[in-house]
């Protein structure tokens, strides 16, 4: 079967890869409709050989659309998912808005795909940092029975959108030049620096970001006890979020084991020789379906304790190729249907 499928928010830097992946993987698509706000109506864009022409992201769109991507942030999820939904439409969205809702699945594909099948209409995506995380985390958690975990995160500028790579590079040049650096997208400088403040403080210290973090690992690993302490860093990178994670399990952990259960992984790559340098980075993981973990070493702080880093391309894998593979599998399972019979 073919499908009707809207990306709302397609001007912004997930919307782009959303627009790219979907031509790419032969996405089942007879119509594809790109949708963003009043200002960008109009736009024409061409990827892949198609030319679509922008329309305004409003109500009453939806009427012939089977599968609606929203990449365009909260705001706009709350104000249209509702319409998207009451026409028929079924919405997989990027933003955190409805994450934390009970009736509303926050699903990665490779983790807990039977949200996919109890929907009631919409369907969420994690936070970009906690997708990288819980592809290293998921296999070992399996393995050992996870109980906590503090993380440090590295993240791309990417995952602030097209603007702040766009900042970066201007600092760059600014700073090679000796000109004056401004900083507009971040509170500080991010070039040769690093932002230890992602989203918004809270009254407990964390940013938002931090308690995502844990409170989405809780719900997609369905584990209501786990504890997360996160640190999320802005770091001058373009793309690929990567994570420094020590954690504690319930049972004795064994190295060998533990390999064996990320490299059996679907959503894993182990890289882990460090004695040859071989180990993931952000820039050998830009622009991959699967995490590259590595650095995996019993922790020293911890009994039943390991650690491990791991990259992820936080626009794929945290974002809009996640968002994809929660479509095709519901196709594939015969869980998403087109309206028209
Ligand atoms: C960030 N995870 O990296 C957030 C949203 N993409 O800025």
């Known amino acids: 079967?073919?499908?009707?499928?809207?990306?709302v928010g397609a001007t912004g830097a997930v919307g782009q890869e959303l627009l790219r992946l979907l031509l790419e993987r032969d996405f089942?698509?007879?119509?594809?409709?790109?949708?963003?706000?009043?200002?960008?109506?109009?736009?024409?864009?061409?990827?892949?050989?198609?030319?679509?022409?922008?329309?305004?992201?409003?109500?009453?769109?939806?009427?012939?659309?089977?599968?609606?991507?929203?990449?365009?942030?909260?705001?706009?999820?709350?104000?249209?998912?509702?319409?998207?939904?009451?026409?028929?439409?079924?919405?997989?969205?990027?933003?955190?808005?409805?994450?934390?809702?009970?009736?509303?699945?926050?699903?990665?594909p490779e983790i807990n795909p039977e949200g996919l099948r109890q929907h009631k209409g919409i369907i969420a995506n994690p936070n970009c940092s906690t997708a990288v995380m819980l592809m290293g985390l998921w296999p070992l958690h399996k393995a050992f029975g996870l109980k906590r975990a503090i993380v440090a995160t590295y993240q791309s500028v990417s995952g602030t959108g097209a603007e702040a790579v766009r900042e970066l590079?201007?600092?760059?040049?600014?700073?090679?030049?000796?000109?004056?650096?401004?900083?507009?997208?971040?509170?500080?400088?991010?070039?040769?620096n690093c932002l230890p403040h992602i989203d918004t403080f809270g009254p407990d210290g964390y940013t938002g970001e931090e308690t995502k973090m844990a409170q989405e690992s809780r719900k997609i690993m369905g584990l209501p006890e786990l504890r997360v302490s996160a640190t999320t860093v802005r770091v001058p990178v373009v793309r690929a979020h990567s994570i420094a994670v020590s954690a504690e399990f319930e049972r004795p952990v064994d190295l060998a084991e533990a390999r064996r259960a990320v490299s059996e992984f679907e959503g894993a790559e182990l890289i882990d020789a460090p004695e040859n340098n071989s180990y993931p980075t952000p820039l050998a993981f830009a622009e991959k379906v699967k995490c590259g973990v590595g650095r995996l070493r019993r922790d020293t702080a911890f009994d039943n304790g390991l650690s491990f880093w791991v990259s992820g391309d936080n626009l794929w894998r945290g974002a809009a190729l996640n968002a994809l593979m929660n479509a095709e599998l519901m196709i594939r399972e015969g869980w998403l249907k087109p309206k028209k019979g």
């Open 28 to 108: 089942p698509c007879e119509r594809l409709r790109l949708f963003a706000s009043a200002r960008s109506a109009g736009k024409v864009i061409t990827q892949g050989g198609q030319t679509f022409t922008v329309e305004e992201a409003r109500a009453g769109v939806f009427g012939d659309i089977d599968l609606a991507f929203f990449a365009a942030g909260g705001g706009v999820t709350r104000s249209l998912a509702p319409d998207a939904v009451a026409a028929g439409c079924v919405v997989i969205d990027k933003s955190s808005a409805l994450r934390m809702e009970p009736d509303v699945p926050l699903v990665i």
């Open 1 to 7: 079967s073919s499908f009707t499928v809207g990306i």
């Open 169 to 192: 590079e201007g600092q760059v040049q600014a700073h090679v030049a000796g000109s004056p650096i401004k900083a507009q997208v971040y509170p500080q400088q991010i070039a040769f």
